[in-house]
Every structure is written in structure tokens, then in C-alpha cells.
């Protein structure tokens, strides 16, 4: 199991970023898929998840209204829209798949991409 995330960068407070995470190696429509971010010194922390459907997504309080996740399951890719970005987003940003539904622990996720870096400068 893959999974490939993109889409990081630096960018400046109120700019907007689209992550992507691929994910190959296994049936994809079938599991919940999430976001989660991790800063210098914090731990992993959740960001977003979607059901296998794509018809429910659950937020954490730092990203609701702001971040919006969504799923291409022809495509076996999820998406991470990030706006009006902070400097406290700076983080490492993870895609995780492995649940059967959508989880808010990183230690129901089985399969981890390698993350990807945001940075927001103020």
C-alpha cells in the first residue's frame, strides 16, 4: 500500500492550498481516508476524515470552515482544500487510509504517506 501526498509549500497567512494524497495498492472506495498534521515539537493532530462514500467528513476545530476534504474514488485520491491559512497551520501534513470508517485517532489508521509540508508565513 502507497501513499503519495502532494500539494505542500510556503505560502503567506490567508493564502489557500490544495493537497492531494494518492493511494495505490489496495481497493481504495472501500476505506475511510484522513488528514492529519504534525508540528515541530506537537503531536500528530486530526485535520479531516471522509467515509468510504464520501458522503459524511468530520473536522477538527482547527480546520472547520476553513479546510475542506474530498474524495475521487475513480481516482483513488482525496483532497485536502486549505483556506485562509494561519501561521499555526504550519505543519507536516499526513493522508492515512486503513479504517473502515472515519476515525479521530491516528492509531486507527493502518497506511501513512510520508507527509507533506506547509508553511505559513505571517
Known amino acids: 500500500v502507497e501513499l503519495v501526498e502532494s500539494g505542500g509549500g510556503l505560502v503567506q497567512t490567508g493564502d489557500s492550498l490544495r493537497l492531494t494524497c494518492v493511494v495505490s495498492?489496495?481497493?481504495?472506495?472501500?476505506?475511510?481516508m484522513a488528514w492529519f498534521r504534525q508540528a515541530p515539537g506537537k503531536e500528530r493532530a486530526f485535520v479531516a476524515a471522509?467515509?468510504?462514500?464520501?458522503?459524511?467528513?468530520f473536522y477538527g476545530d482547527s480546520a472547520k470552515d476553513r479546510f475542506l476534504i474530498s474524495r475521487d474514488n475513480a481516482r483513488s485520491t482525496v483532497h485536502l482544500q486549505m483556506n485562509s491559512l494561519k501561521p499555526e497551520d504550519t505543519a507536516v501534513y499526513y493522508c492515512?487510509?486503513?479504517?473502515?470508517?472515519?476515525?479521530?485517532?491516528?492509531?486507527?489508521?493502518?497506511?501513512w504517506g510520508q507527509g507533506t509540508q506547509v508553511t505559513v508565513s505571517s
Open positions: 471522509i467515509s468510504a462514500d464520501g458522503e459524511s467528513t
Open positions: 495498492g489496495r481497493p481504495f472506495s472501500v476505506y475511510a
Open positions: 492515512a487510509t486503513g479504517s473502515p470508517d472515519p476515525r479521530y485517532y491516528w492509531y486507527d489508521y493502518d497506511y
